[in-house]
């Protein structure tokens, strides 16, 4: 079992920026790929950004050049750096990680952007 728990969101003016992280129960090292996930009101959830053990990192069209997804193995955290964000990123932001082939996902956190 893997516990996943994310903070940093909120609310922020277009424009803003907001840096989400993710703390896990295990070795972050030991996963072997984890990702932040995405789901506006009325939309299905999409994937964002994702890592893998290998360092490996794929964005979503529509964050390329604004998001910046890390991983800290010393801190077992998963981080989403956002800039120059704008309305449409508002979304209940979901940390994903699968860790033995199981899928585990955090609660979320909300991030609100205003224009």
């Known amino acids: 079992q893997v516990q996943l728990v994310e903070s940093g969101g909120g609310l922020v003016q277009a424009g803003g920026s907001l840096r989400l992280s993710c703390v896990a129960s295990v070795r972050v090292a030991s996963i072997n790929r984890m990702a932040w996930y995405r789901q506006a009101p009325g939309k299905q959830r999409e994937l964002v950004a994702q890592?893998?053990?290998?360092?490996?990192?794929t964005y979503t069209d529509s964050v390329k050049g604004r998001f910046t997804i890390s991983r800290d193995n010393a801190e077992n955290t998963l981080y989403l750096q956002m800039n120059t964000l704008r309305p449409e990123d508002t979304a209940v932001y979901y940390c994903?990680?699968?860790?033995?082939?199981?899928?585990?996902w955090g609660q979320g956190t909300q991030v609100t952007v205003s224009s």
């Open positions: 890592i893998t053990r290998d360092g490996y990192i």
């Open positions: 994903w990680a699968t860790y033995l082939g199981v899928p585990f």
